[in-house]
């Protein structure tokens, strides 16, 4: 994505990553990390700020620090930095809220024709059942995979 973004620093497993949002609200700094889930491939991306009393990831807090666009930007870079290494990898992403749902379904369709050269997106639906991306439909989840992989959802 040719967008600003932000510098992240991440271990070797390229499952964690640490970049710090720089605005009115001073410097917050952001976790975004690649879970496992209980099905092979299959891998919960989580994101938020880092919570320093907790040591976790906050994925609720509200920074308001002006820089949103290019905290997305990052958190994509690292998808892309995420599959090179895990190239069979699904990734499933829903917001915490339904309004960062709908946020994210918001920057999935703004940058659809980008994110599609490279990735097949699938968006889940209040039906119960996984499609095809589709610009305008609501959706209570996400999932992509790179176009290279094989394996059918």
């Known amino acids: ?3 600003p973004k932000y510098l992240y620093k991440s271990e070797d497993l ?3 990553y640490e970049f710090v949002s720089v605005g009115p609200n ?3 700094k952001k976790i975004v990390e690649y879970t496992e889930t209980s099905t092979k491939n299959v891998y919960n991306l989580g994101f938020g700020d880092y919570d ?3 040591k976790r990831i906050n994925d609720l807090s509200v920074t308001n620090n002006g820089d949103s666009l290019k905290v997305l930007t990052t958190v994509a870079s690292t998808v892309y930095a995420f599959t090179e ?3 069979e990898a699904w990734i499933l992403a829903t917001g915490s809220t339904a309004i960062r749902t709908r946020l994210y379904r918001m920057g999935i369709t703004n940058n659809l024709t980008e994110i599609s050269e490279d990735f097949k997106v699938f968006g ?3 039906k119960g059942i996984w499609e095809e991306f589709i610009v305008g439909e609501d959706y209570e989840a996400f999932l992509l995979t790179k176009k290279s ?3 059918a959802i």
Do not use: A, S, V, W
Request: glycine share 4%.
């Open 1 to 3: 994505m040719n967008r």
């Open 85 to 87: 290494k895990y190239p």
């Open 14 to 16: 390229l499952l964690y």
């Open 52 to 54: 320093e009393y907790t």
């Open 149 to 151: 992989n094989k394996f």
């Open 26 to 28: 001073g410097t917050i």
């Open 124 to 126: 889940y639906t209040e």
